[in-house]
C-alpha cells in the first residue's frame, strides 16, 4: 500500500474585542459578569427587533484580512445560517457566506520542530475570511444542562484554510502564527482557554502522489495548543490504521476527549444545504470603497514572521527569538539591539526591563559591553542609573568592581588544587570545564561573571 499523506484545513473563529456586540449594543465584554447579564432583546432574537452592523467589527475584520493577504471584497453581506442549537435563540446564526470580508489569501510560517534544529517554513493559503456572531455558551452540571446567553452577538472572525497543512506540529505553528497576528492588531487577545480563539479542523487521509483527498472528518472542542495538536495526532493515527486495515473513514464530526487523549464520534458531518443560507433581510449590504480599504491599509503593521527574521539576523538563538516574541519584548529587541550594537544575548537579557527610552538601555548595554561589566556589576550599575539616560562613566566608577588580576589569582588556585580535572579537560573531557567553574564561581560568589571567566580558565589550561 502506498504510503499515506495527512491533509489538514483549519477553520478558526476569533472574537473580536470591539467594545460593543455585533448588532446591538450590549457590552462585549462578558468576562467575570453574571450569566445572562449582558443581553437585549436583539442579541436574544426576540421578535420585532433589529440589528445594526457594528463598522469597528467590519474595519477590524477587513483589516485581518489584509495582514494575511486577502482580497477585500468591496461588497459584502450577511446571510442566515439555520440550525437549532440551545445556545442559539434565534433558532439560526447570522454569518457572512455568500460575500464574505475577503478572500484568496496566505501567511508563510516558521517554526522549530525540536531545539537546536534549524527552523521549517511553510505556507497556508487563507481560503476566505468572513465576520458572524457567536452563539451562547452551555454549561453541563450533574442535574442538567445550563445556558449562559452572555456570549450571544460577540462579533467573530472566521479564518478557514485551505488543506495546506500535513503534520498536527504545523497546524499548532499556523495557530500561534494567527495568534500573534490578532494580538500585534489589537483586534482580539485570541485566549483559547476563554473561548476567544477556537479552532475546528478538517482532516483526511490520501495515497501519496493522488489529486484527490480523502474522506474528510471535522474535529471540535479543542481549547488549547497542546490539546489542537494532541488531538490531531491521535486522528491521524486512528485513519492510518482504519484505512491499513481495509476499512473505510466515515464522513463525521468528531470531539476531542481531553481526559483519555481520544477523539469521539458525534454526528454524521453536514453539508452545506443543512443550513439553508440565505440573505439577512435585516441588515443592508456593506460597501467599503477603495479609499476606504487604502486607509485600512494604513492601520498595518509587520507580521509577526518579518519580525523574527529581523531577530534572526542578529544570531540570537531561535527558541530565544519565540521567547521574547511570546512576552511582547521581539519589537524592542530589534529596535535596541540595532541601535546599540551590542551582544545579541546581551540585550535579550535586559530588554524585560523598564527604561525611561530605548535609547536609554542602548546606553546601558554598550556601557556594560565597553566595561566588560559581570553580571553582578550590571545589576548595580542599573540600580545607580534609576532606568534612565546617565552619565555612564561617573556611574561605572562607583560601582564595586572585581579587578581582573584577582579573578586570575583565583582561577590558577582552582586549577593548582585540582590538576586531575584540568588533565581532563586538556585531553578532551568537557565536563571537566563545569567542574572547574563550579569551583571558580563558589569562590568568587555573586561577583563572578561565568562569560568572562571561562575564556580565562580555558585560555590557562590550554
Not at 5 to 13: A, C, F, N, S
Not at 185 to 197: I, P, R, T
Not at 291 to 317: F, Y
Amino acid at each position: 500500500m502506498a504510503k499515506l499523506v495527512p491533509t489538514i484545513g483549519l477553520e478558526i473563529h476569533v472574537q473580536l474585542k470591539t467594545a460593543s456586540k455585533m448588532f446591538c449594543r450590549c457590552n462585549n465584554d462578558a468576562e467575570g459578569k453574571d450569566p445572562n447579564t449582558t443581553v437585549c432583546p436583539v442579541c436574544m432574537g426576540f421578535p420585532g427587533t433589529l440589528p445594526v452592523t457594528n463598522e469597528q467589527a467590519i474595519k477590524w475584520g477587513a483589516l485581518v484580512g489584509l495582514m494575511l493577504e486577502c482580497k477585500i471584497n468591496n461588497f459584502q453581506r450577511f446571510d442566515r445560517k439555520n440550525y437549532f442549537y440551545p445556545d442559539l435563540p434565534k433558532g439560526y446564526q447570522v454569518s457572512q457566506f455568500f460575500y464574505p470580508v475577503g478572500e484568496n489569501g496566505k501567511i508563510t510560517i516558521d517554526y522549530q520542530e525540536d531545539t537546536g534544529k534549524e527552523p521549517k517554513e511553510f505556507t497556508v493559503r487563507i481560503m476566505r475570511v468572513h465576520l458572524e456572531e457567536d452563539a451562547g455558551k452551555l454549561m453541563h452540571a450533574k442535574d442538567g444542562t445550563l445556558v449562559d446567553f452572555n456570549r450571544c452577538g460577540t462579533p467573530l472572525l472566521e479564518i478557514v484554510t485551505e488543506p495546506d497543512i500535513h503534520s498536527s506540529r504545523e497546524a499548532k505553528a499556523f495557530l500561534q502564527e494567527l495568534q500573534r497576528v490578532v494580538r500585534s492588531l489589537g483586534v482580539s487577545d485570541a485566549d483559547m482557554e476563554k473561548g476567544q480563539m477556537r479552532c475546528d479542523a478538517n482532516i483526511s487521509m490520501a495515497e501519496e502522489g493522488s489529486s484527490e483527498l480523502g474522506t474528510l472528518v471535522e474535529l471540535k472542542n479543542m481549547n488549547s495548543f497542546r490539546f489542537i495538536e494532541k488531538a490531531l495526532e491521535f486522528e491521524l493515527k486512528r485513519q492510518t490504521e482504519v484505512i491499513e486495515s481495509g476499512g473505510e473513514i466515515t464522513k463525521e464530526t468528531r470531539g476531542f476527549d481531553e481526559k483519555n487523549g481520544t477523539t469521539l464520534s458525534q454526528r454524521s458531518k453536514e453539508e452545506f444545504n443543512d443550513y439553508r443560507y440565505f440573505p439577512e433581510p435585516d441588515l443592508p449590504p456593506i460597501n467599503l470603497s477603495e479609499g476606504d480599504i487604502n486607509e485600512l491599509k494604513n492601520g498595518l503593521i509587520e507580521l509577526p514572521s518579518v519580525l523574527r527574521k529581523k531577530a534572526i539576523e542578529t544570531d540570537l538563538v531561535y527558541s530565544r527569538i519565540i521567547e521574547l516574541q511570546e512576552t511582547d519584548k521581539l519589537l524592542r529587541f530589534v529596535n535596541v539591539f540595532k541601535e546599540a550594537n551590542v551582544d545579541a544575548s546581551l540585550v535579550a537579557n535586559w530588554v524585560g526591563k523598564k527604561w525611561e527610552s530605548d535609547t536609554s538601555l542602548a546606553g546601558f548595554l554598550q556601557t556594560i559591553s565597553k566595561e566588560k561589566l559581570s553580571s553582578t556589576e550590571a545589576n548595580q550599575l542599573y540600580k545607580l542609573a534609576g532606568e534612565s539616560d546617565q552619565n555612564w562613566g561617573d556611574l561605572v566608577s562607583k560601582i564595586e568592581r572585581l579587578d581582573i588580576k584577582d579573578i586570575e589569582k583565583i582561577i590558577d588556585e582552582v586549577i593548582a588544587d585540582n590538576e586531575k580535572a584540568a588533565s581532563e579537560y586538556k585531553a578532551g573531557e568537557q565536563k571537566a570545564i563545569g567542574f572547574l567553574m563550579g569551583q571558580i564561581m563558589k569562590k568568587l560568589g555573586a561577583k563572578g561573571d561565568p562569560s568572562v571567566i571561562k575564556p580565562l580558565l580555558e585560555e590557562k589550561i590550554s
